[in-house]
């Protein structure tokens, strides 16, 4: 059984997940993960903005990609060889397959909500911000990705945990900082997609949670490949 506690899929206190979240430190960031930051607060701001949010959808799904993308590559060399594969192998590339396939879906909805919501709220950016920084971003976090899985699983998720954990805490601090927020109501589109929230805060608390819950699962699949703890 495992020793994390998931929300997605539950009805949950979304102010007093928020307390908690705020209550927890953030998991300390890589030297990678620093200078993605920082490149961020130059390019986009220190502010908390949708649109500095909307990058941070944008990068956070290619993790899993890589995970679906490698565990496929990893089917094809445990049948393409004459001894046949270990069942724990095969298992082991599933899980991960999974993983990819449902948190990258996860991830897309985030990121149509708030381009959504950026359109609604007339929100506009420059064409070097919006189109060329982000796909450039993309491109190379992408390729990071992919070699740190392929190099060793574990480099990825421990990475991912630390990415999720800090974009959890953004979340949080975002919605701390619209108190005008919690009585303004949201519609979406894509709400066919993903559980409808009543107001712009709670749907911000309960992405925040989305991220805590992926930064969770990536701790918790870190464990399992190293037997070690991720501090």
């Known amino acids: 059984m495992s020793k994390y506690t998931y929300t997605m899929g539950k009805e949950v206190d979304l102010k007093g997940e928020q307390d908690k979240t705020l209550d927890t430190p953030v998991m300390p960031a890589n030297p990678v993960l620093r200078m993605m930051y920082v490149m961020m607060d130059l390019v986009y701001g220190k502010a908390r903005t949708l ?46 397959i999974d993983m990819g396939r449902h948190d990258q879906d996860n991830e897309q909805w985030h990121l149509m909500l708030i381009d959504d919501i950026m359109r609604q709220q007339g929100i506009k950016q420059d064409w070097f911000r919006s189109v060329l920084l982000p796909r450039l971003m993309a491109w ?73 819950d992926h930064m969770n699962e990536s701790r918790e699949e870190y464990e399992r490949l190293t037997g070690r703890e991720l501090v």
């Open 140 to 212: 190379n976090y992408l390729i990071l990705t992919e070699i740190l899985y392929r190099l060793n699983p574990a480099w990825s998720f421990a990475m991912n945990a630390r990415f999720e954990s800090h974009a959890e805490h953004e979340y949080m601090h975002l919605v701390l900082a619209h108190p005008e927020w919690e009585n303004e109501p949201v519609e979406s589109v894509v709400f066919s997609h993903y559980p409808k929230q009543d107001t712009l805060a709670n749907l911000f608390r309960r992405i925040g949670l989305d991220e805590r």
């Open 51 to 96: 649109p500095k949010f909307k990058v941070i959808e944008v990068l956070a799904r290619y993790p899993y990609w890589a995970w679906e993308r490698g565990g496929y590559a990893r089917v094809t060399r445990l049948f393409c060889r004459s001894c046949g594969p270990r069942q724990d192998d095969v298992d082991l590339a599933l899980r991960h």
